[in-house]
């Protein structure tokens, strides 16, 4: 199994509707990354939680919510779709390095949304 | 926004050639990661480098760090097909809190 699984991997839905995007780890790392990634621009956060009673807010967090379910678990919703949220989502974990004392991050496969 | 810029934005060469990116960034940074993404793929990180080394080697991989010019390099040798990817740098907001990631460079190697 992947360190890092996301659910679902594709997803059509309709504007209006809510979305929820699932992330479970199997890192034991206590910091949760949302990051949405479209054309030409990279990867942006949407959401961070550095443990289950920490969420924060990233670049852009408009429109979403997150839940942080567990240690293992952190969820991704659109409340209310909308054709410019069509993207590319990424979770990720990160912990330190043993002997380096930076934060290396595992990224998950990603859930590719479509919102027509 | 992005925190870095990165340059090519797409860069093709063939089997055995030197590939080249580079990376910009805009504030001061605990370090500098690298980041390989296949098409459509999760990111898998290729390399890290703290913001008090000026270069650093993994396999194949050369990056270097210029924190004067706040910007990096990342250097593939003798590239092979399979090095088709998108690559990224990514810096840390300074206080280790979270990644910023660059806009990435498209890199196609031809048989």
């Known amino acids: 199994d992947a360190d890092v699984t996301q659910t679902p991997r594709n997803r059509i839905t309709k504007t209006g509707k809510r979305i929820m995007l699932e992330c479970s780890q199997t890192?034991?790392?206590?910091?949760m990354y949302w990051y949405r990634q479209d054309p030409g621009l990279g990867l942006r956060l949407i959401y961070y939680?550095?443990?289950?009673?920490?969420?924060n807010k990233g670049e852009i967090s408009d429109g979403y919510s997150v839940s942080r379910q567990a240690q293992a678990k952190f969820s991704l919703s659109l409340e209310s779709a909308i054709p410019n949220q069509t993207a590319l989502y990424f979770c990720?974990?990160?912990?330190?390095?043993?002997?380096?004392?930076?934060?290396?991050?595992?990224f998950g496969s990603g859930t590719r949304l479509t919102v027509v | 926004s992005q925190q870095g810029e990165e340059d090519p934005q797409a860069l093709s060469i063939q089997e055995g050639e030197n590939a080249t990116m580079n990376c910009s960034y805009k504030?001061?940074?605990?370090?500098l990661q690298w980041y390989r993404q296949n098409s459509g793929r999760g990111l898998v990180h290729l390399i890290l480098?703290?913001?008090?080394?000026r270069e650093k080697h993994s396999g194949r991989l050369r990056v270097t760090l210029d924190t004067s010019k706040k910007s990096s390099s990342l250097l593939i040798t003798a590239s092979r097909a399979a090095d088709t990817a998108s690559y990224f740098c990514?810096?840390?907001?300074?206080?280790?809190?979270?990644?910023?990631f660059g806009t990435g460079t498209r890199l196609l190697v031809s048989p």
């Open positions: 504030t001061s940074i605990n370090n």
């Open positions: 480098i703290r913001s008090n080394e």
């Open positions: 939680s550095f443990d289950v009673k920490d969420i």
């Open positions: 990514a810096t840390d907001d300074g206080g280790f809190q979270k990644l910023v």
């Open positions: 890192k034991g790392h206590d910091r």
């Open positions: 990720a974990t990160s912990d330190l390095i043993p002997g380096v004392g930076d934060y290396g991050y595992t």
